[in-house]
Nanobody, 121 residues
């Protein structure tokens, strides 16, 4: 089917930057949406940013102006450039994809395994 593999998490100081990557692989026919969610300890998973195949982008308010989502359609890879990181950005970041694969007639949701981002104060 489809696998999403993330990379790029780590530990950074306040004000620092990190770049997350997520590559979708498998028998992919089409990608509708890709994006990033995050989940901090004791909190619900929340949307960070999404990018739709037509190019429309959405960010949660708290990351606007600091995070940038982009996608390489040839590589089926989505990126999240995170600048001016704050301690409140600390969370496990999950890649999300709404993807159609060969053998399926519809789009389905897929998730990566998660990558830890820790911002120290």
């Amino acid at each position: 089917q489809v696998q999403l593999v993330e990379s790029g998490g780590g530990l950074v100081q306040t004000g620092g930057s990190l770049r997350l990557s997520c590559a979708a692989s498998g028998s992919i026919v089409s990608i509708n949406v890709m994006g990033w969610f995050r989940q901090a300890p004791g909190k619900q998973r929340e949307l960070v940013a999404t990018i739709i195949s037509g190019g429309s982008i959405n960010y949660r308010d708290s990351v606007k102006g600091r995070f940038t989502i982009s996608m390489d359609n040839d590589k089926n890879t989505v990126y999240l450039q995170m600048n001016s990181l704050k301690p409140e950005d600390t969370a496990v970041y999950y890649c999300y994809g709404n993807v159609k694969w060969y053998g399926s007639s519809r789009y389905s949701d897929y998730w990566g395994q998660g990558t830890q981002v820790t911002v120290s104060s």
